[in-house]
């Protein structure tokens, strides 16, 4: 089965600096890579995804890249602020049988620091 | 438009012993997944329905977990008898999974803590 792999576990950043999480993926037929935010208490939130057939996609400060070569894709924050601060996880999804199959990361926990 | 809900927000019950969550999710939406958080991890898929019938339940544990939907809408999963393992979080997420949007709608979570 799909296997993702998210670095890094935890990340402090300074306020205003850029965030970077980058993830792995294993199975090929992945077509579909959504990023969400969990907030404490909160179940996760999709902030951005990105399908198989675009390389870039950018929604004001936040950012995601794929590459499917090298089967993997990254989330870029810039302009960080202290509302940034949660649990980030990516996912791969593929289309299995007439629906999508998902697999989470393992999670990046981000500080932003004032 | 509402989100999903889910109840309890809170369970802590002995080893052993049965607890049942319940999920309303989306209006509309066909597809419905069960995960289970356990603290510092991803959600880990447990049972993913397509309308009333079950799409993917490879990981669910079928010799305590249990899980239905009823009339292709509301959800409950069960587990009989719970283990300390248990101790997770329990997230119900709803999808439209049109082929347009693959985003998934999470409810808030029951936090079970098996003692």
């Known amino acids: 089965g799909e296997n993702v792999e998210q670095h890094p576990s935890t990340l402090s950043v300074q306020e205003g600096d850029s965030a970077v999480i980058k993830c792995t993926y294993s199975?090929?037929?992945?077509?579909?890579f959504p990023w969400y935010k969990q907030e404490l208490g909160k179940g996760p939130q999709l902030i951005i995804d990105?399908?198989?057939?675009?390389g870039e996609k950018k929604d004001q400060r936040i950012a995601v890249t794929l590459n499917k070569t090298a089967k993997h894709f990254s989330l870029h924050i810039t302009e960080t602020q202290p509302e940034d601060s949660a649990v980030y996880f990516c996912?791969?999804?593929?289309?299995?049988?007439?629906?999508?199959?998902?697999?989470f990361g393992t999670g990046t926990k981000l500080q932003v620091i004032p | 438009e509402a989100g999903v809900a889910q109840s309890p927000r809170y369970k802590i019950i002995e080893k052993r012993q049965s607890v049942a969550f319940w999920c309303n999710p989306i209006s509309g939406h066909a597809t419905l997944y069960w995960y289970q958080q356990i603290l510092g991890q991803g959600p880990k898929l447990l049972i993913q329905f397509q309308n009333n019938g079950v799409v993917d339940d490879s990981q669910l544990p079928k010799d305590r977990f249990s899980a239905e939907r009823l009339k292709g809408v509301d959800s409950t999963l069960k587990i009989q008898p719970a283990k300390l393992e248990d101790s997770a979080v329990y997230l119900c997420a709803s999808s439209p999974q049109t082929g347009v949007s693959y985003e998934q709608y999470f409810g808030p979570g029951t936090r079970l803590t098996v003692t």
């Open positions: 199975d090929s037929a992945s077509n579909y």
């Open positions: 990105i399908r198989s057939n675009v």
């Open positions: 996912a791969a999804s593929r289309t299995s049988g007439g629906y999508q199959k998902v697999t």
